[in-house]
């Protein structure tokens, strides 16, 4: 299993995507990491990391890809003009043949245009999404799209539908997924025109549909997939991680304001490290990029290197059980 | 000032309404409360708190309306034909001048519906909204439309820009309330159709426009007003809602996992109630009806007596501040 991962894309430099590279490929001795970057910035970085290199050096291998897309980059221009991007190259190896995925913490639209351009869609497949797995008081949940498309038709939405149920049934054992439609209500009927015909769409379909679901049930872990435009997933996962942010800064105000609490803080602080853990998207291993003719994970920009590693493992779980193949199967079932 | 209130509206029985009318008319000499509801009923309600009476009796009146829409209702069906519902029957008070103001906890689409069947829109509105006030880590911010507009059209997120710039400034004294149109990335260019159009519309308006803010900005405080489809705002608003509730459920299950943490949250606890204090939509007041000839608030269906006073005090301030003349005063100045 050999993953090809982004070195420049993260906002914690290159660092962080060499210490996920090794912890990956520490945990699982079937995994070999293709390092993309410029060859000497890597040579150069990678050197800092030696003392943790013993018998998995011949499992890290540096590829050179001279160009860097940044976040402030336009997708589309980014990928005609930077053909030696490290997501280009990366793209260029998972279609020869030389890897098996690709995962990045970099500009996502970047790496969703260039994985079209390399890749190429799924048969059946008009516009490939990003699904995330949340963590909710039950079980994830994946929620799809969550930025790829902003303005979507129905049928769009019932292709995210089909590809988070087969990515979550294989991914996460599933059985049949509960797919639910992200509305303003629970009531047939409910919502705005994109969802009330989706909702027709999948209720005719053979996914094990269970209808409208609302904002707060994201949270709850009642469905396993919801389905939704990409400006509305965008919105559901920022809102949620500005609250988790905005949260923690009150708490901290309050617990500040007396001994009594402070005291409080340092018995709880294990409890509060355990809660964190359950909401930090690191541990969820980033967003599957659905619907292209390869693999690719794209992690928040943000990420350190446990999601990194947890990233490359999603990655790598997603081709041993042919995620793809399941997409077109089911997709050929029926034709929305 | 005289504030019509649905006795019958929330989900936790006429009880709420009664006790938040008292604190109310408590608090504030200069009020007035009509309970509206089917009069035998409010009268055996009534009884139950005859305790908290003194002084009190002569400034709550009840309004018989036999009627009561309830939240399984179809807001349009409702008004056609529960003409002597509570909602009906007070916004008909506002319209003859009877009442100053409704809050209701009930229906939101149904109160919408009625509040426009009754009063009208203001003159230069296409579509009257919700709009609500989030806490931030600094200053809450008003975000609108939070559902009751799910299909729209850059003027219509233009209006809500403008009610919420007047809501906002009368109310909370903000000066020049800073404007952020809610999309999936600062950058201009970002967003669906439906916000790249109306970023154009905002940015030549008289408003203080800041541009785009993302999902995240929705608790950060750092703009005072955000402007987005009611479909958007309602999921922002309810995941909002869904996270609060989980979050607190994992933390709860962390702390029942040791003793040292059993302890600890004894401590913590006054900063707890604090903590929550803050994220309490029930201290915010409920979600102004703006758009309107008249005025109207519509609370959480939850919605405890805090919230119910609450709402009563910022229905009264937007009459008090003329809170409609200035949307009208605004609106006249630029034609989007």
Redesign the interface.
Same mark, same amino acid.
Request: contains cysteine; proline residues 0%.
């Given at each position: 299993m050999r993953i090809a991962l982004d070195a420049m894309g993260g906002d914690r430099g290159p660092g962080m995507a060499i210490q996920g590279a090794l912890a990956a490929v520490q945990e699982k001795s079937d995994l070999h990491v293709i390092l993309l970057g410029p060859r000497p910035l890597l040579e150069e970085q990678i050197a800092g990391y030696s003392s943790g290199w013993h018998g998995l050096r011949d499992r890290i291998t540096l590829y050179h890809a001279p160009e860097v897309i940044t976040m402030?980059d336009l997708p589309v221009e980014a990928v005609r003009k930077k053909k030696e991007a490290t997501v280009m190259v990366g793209f260029d190896l998972v279609k020869n043949g030389e890897a098996d995925a690709l995962v990045s913490a970099g500009n996502s639209g970047a790496t969703m245009a260039a994985a079209i351009k390399k890749l190429g869609r799924l048969p059946g497949i008009s516009r490939p999404g990003l699904g995330s797995f949340f963590p909710?008081?039950k079980k994830p949940v994946m929620l799809m799209d969550i930025?790829a498309n902003?303005?979507c038709r129905p049928q769009h939405l019932y292709q995210f539908a089909v590809m988070a149920s087969s990515c979550s049934h294989l991914l996460l054992n599933y059985d049949r997924p509960r797919v639910g439609l992200?509305? *303003?209500g629970e009531e047939t009927g409910k %919502?705005? &025109?994109l969802?009330k015909e989706t909702y027709d769409l999948l209720k005719r379909s053979p996914l094990n549909f269970v209808g409208n679901v609302?904002?707060?049930?994201?949270?709850?872990g009642d469905v396993d997939v919801i389905v939704?435009?990409?400006?509305?997933g965008? *919105?559901?996962?920022?809102?949620?991680? %500005?609250? &988790?942010?905005?949260?923690m800064?009150?708490?901290k105000r309050?617990?500040m304001?007396?001994w009594?609490?402070k005291?409080?803080?340092?018995?709880?602080?294990?409890?509060?490290a355990?809660?964190k853990k359950?909401?930090d998207y690191a541990e969820y291993g980033g967003a599957p990029l659905l619907g292209i003719d390869g693999t690719g994970i794209i992690c928040h920009g943000a990420s350190n290197a446990i999601a990194i590693r947890n990233a490359i493992e999603v990655a790598a779980n997603m081709v041993r059980n042919r995620v793809n193949d399941a997409i077109v199967h089911t997709l050929g079932e029926y034709t929305a």
């Open positions: 402030d909710t008081v930025g902003v303005d992200l509305s *303003i %919502g705005n &025109a969802v609302e904002g707060r049930d994201v949270w709850k939704c435009d990409g400006f509305v965008n *919105i559901a996962l920022k809102v949620s991680e %500005g609250l &988790a942010e905005a949260a800064q009150m708490l309050e617990i304001k007396t009594r609490a005291v409080g803080s340092l018995l709880i602080r294990g409890a509060f355990g809660f359950q909401l």
